[in-house]
């Protein structure tokens, strides 16, 4: 007999409910894959299809942005590009700058200046680079003749040249007094003004303790750092704080040899002067008895202002000397230049401003228009504070764009006015400076009020620049916030949209992993310091460091800059950086961004393109003009009428919407309506209901109930008049009625309450029957109380209402459908581990099973061969093999 296993009852529940289950298997993966669905509701929500229209209209608004932004864009780049003219102040500073650093020289033999102003490294430097270098090209007092001319011609030919040529035009023979590069002319003279800082002994760095000491030992005081004892840039070149100093080489009142006196004092202190007894030229220098330059000298600035009559610009060189207190002199030249007015361009130039200036500044001010009525509309439609409604409903990251596209414009119009208004300025100091000159006045102007008109004329062009360099500089603010503006446009785009959205859906990555390759990324800034700060001055300080390390990431890197350190030092980083840095983390970010890209553009892939875009505006606006649709703003402006101009109520309101109250019932047979009605103007107004096919429909359509108060506006497609309507409903057919809620024909209704029942009442001879009164009834519908679009929105055709409801509510459809979450799945894992559960319950009770079989036949076995004779035994095969004894005895 087998016997059971004691969990075999177990077993066999397990093997049961397993079965069960793989019955219903699957209906249960269907049902877990299975998205959230909507309730069914009759008609569309009002709140969807109200968000679905602002939505299409945002969406349309900003696809139409889209060619305005281009046109303001492009508007602004003519005018900003026409006006500043950058390539042809490029061609002036250019060939100033280039004079001044290859044509200034000293340390001359022979003809050749073998050094330059970046040779300039000791206060002796600087005095031979001013006189025999800077002067010398900046006030040339005699026409040029070429290397050698004088052994070719022969001496006497030589100084037969003339020193001056007469060109034919010229009132005057060049090169005239203040000629700068032959078609330059600098005005008044050249301006030296130098910084200076003031000696302590507590700005010294002594050992504590040793103060005394080392002070004797020094003897002298510390001037402090400079603010620029590392290279200065541009920016720097700008201001100067606390001009002192000043002294003046006005080459228009005085004579060559004089200004290169003034230089010889200003570099002895007068020493010179004080020997040959005469008058000290420099002013400073004889108050104070020592030289211009020394050691308490910070900065030096020369300075000149040049005018170029064949274009009609200002420019206001600017040569500058930083003394830092290791004992180097940095050299930087600037130019900043500006237009003498929109009088001195070209036409064609000034015709191109004009028209893109009034084409810029009319579409800013459509900006601002439309900004401002917005706010307002927004404030009017919302019943809260106006405070409260531009924080909730009307700020956002678009509209602030906008906002600062307007403040940005506004402030480029101001500062272009405030730019021409010094153009002016500095144009009219320039007619009083000529004025008062030898050339226009015929005599020679006294020299101390010459120089203060000078001074005066170089203060108005040094604000002059400075507002045209504010203005340039707004002028490159603003095309960053229009492209930010295209991107708003390109936002209403699905396909246009993908880069924004590649970013939005990388956002959570990028922030993670931005805070590791700043970590890494600051850390190597660190160690290029430590490594190269020494060494490099590209590495000297952090935020340098930093520059040059992404300098290094995009292939900008100076290898023997860095191999001063040593090759094996410098390589161990450099490798460091470039796997670290470049080959792994930012190959992590393009990967972050490939996968965000493959995912938003697989996302648009069902999207219109732009073509299909402005193909179904095209065809919306075509609709419009032949009558054949409505406005989206017109349904909305529908909507928010109903609602009271309440927009909240608008949008908040669950009501269904359909496309029209209509009735189709079927009279073939002559059945009675039951409807009594009274004609008004063109309609017929419901005055009872009492049986008949109006009660078999309202009893089958509760959201179409037809109510007393009810206009019937058309009967088969006839309306316009009431005679035709009642006509139409007395003939035995299909009738389709279309009638008009009460509350929507108010006029009428109040029509009908002011007509006495008796004698305006007309009973159809459809009616009731049995000839009894007529009876009202007013059912409330159980839900929500329904509107109708097209009683709602003036001109709607039927076609539009059914497409706008039916779009609406499948949009909102898809944003309702939900994804699959894992709290979702958690009772079929649960029914997964039971079923693993009970396959290894099946497994084990199959392995007993098998286990108890072949003990069954082992035990049969045994009792065989105890029952059996040994040579029936032998004959079943049961006993043992024979020994070889046995087979002897056989």
Known sequence: MMHMHPSSAAIHQAISRQAHNDSVGDGISLQRRKRKERKKTEGTPQNVYAKWIRGEIDREAACLELPFTVMLLMSFATLAISYVGQDTVNLVEYAIVTDILENANFAWAYHFGHKGIDDVNSYADFWSWTRLGFYAIATPADYWYSEGLAQAVGQDGYDSL????????????????????RYNRIIGGIRFRQQVSEPAYDKCQYVPGTYSVIQEYLGKKCTGLNEYELPPDQFATETLDDPQ??????????????????LLDMEDGCVSAHAQNRTCLCVWCAENDHPWLNELTQRIEISFVSFNAQYGIYSMTVVNFWFNRAGHIHKFVNIRSTWAGLGVRDTSVLVVFLGSGMLWMFASLYVFRTEGWEIVDQIRRKHKPWYLTLMDDYLSFWNCIDWVSIVIASIILGLFMELQFQVVGVSESLFGLAQVSYAVSGTMPEVSLYKNSTETFYDQVENCVTAERHFRFWLSIYPMVLMMRLFKSFAAQPRLAIVTETFKHAANDMFHFFIVFASVYFCMGVNAVLFFGQDSLHFSRLDWALFSCWRAMQGDWDWEDLNQIGREKAFIWFFLFMLVMVLILMNILVSILMESYAAVKSAAEGADSLFAQIMNMLRRARETREGKRVRLQDIEDALLLDSEQDEQAMFNNPRPLLPQFKVVLDRSDGSPLGIDFVPANSVLLVQGIEGGLIEAWNSHHIMLEVRVGDSILEVNGVRGEAGLLIEEMNKKKE?????????????????????????SRRRSSMGS????????????????????????????????????????????????????????????????????????????????KLEEY??????????????????????????????????GGG
């Open 162 to 181: 003339p020193t001056k040529m007469q060109y034919p035009g010229y009132l005057r023979p060049a090169p005239i007094r203040n000629d700068y590069l």
């Open 245 to 262: 100093r000043i002294e003046w080489l006005l080459s228009d009142v005085e004579s060559h040899e004089t200004l290169v006196q003034r």
């Open 735 to 759: 009738l389709r009625i279309r009638l008009r809620r009460c509350q929507a024909d108010q006029d009428a209704t109040a029509t009908l309450k002011g007509m006495r029942r008796s004698s």
């Open 769 to 848: 029957p049995s000839g009894q009164p007529t009876r009202t009834r007013s059912k409330r519908i159980a839900s929500f109380e329904p509107a109708f679009l097209m009683d709602m929105v003036q001109g709607i055709p039927e076609q539009q209402a059914k497409r706008t409801l039916k779009n609406s509510l499948a949009a909102d459809s898809e944003l309702a459908e939900e994804d699959l979450e894992p709290e979702s799945l958690e009772g079929e894992i649960g029914r997964i581990m039971e079923r693993v559960g009970n396959s290894i319950l099946c497994s084990g009770w199959l392995h007993y």
């Open 854 to 887: 072949d003990l069954d036949d082992k035990e049969k076995a045994a009792v065989l061969k105890a029952s059996l004779p040994p040579a029936e035994e032998e004959e079943a095969g049961l006993g043992g093999s024979s020994g070889s004894g046995g087979g």
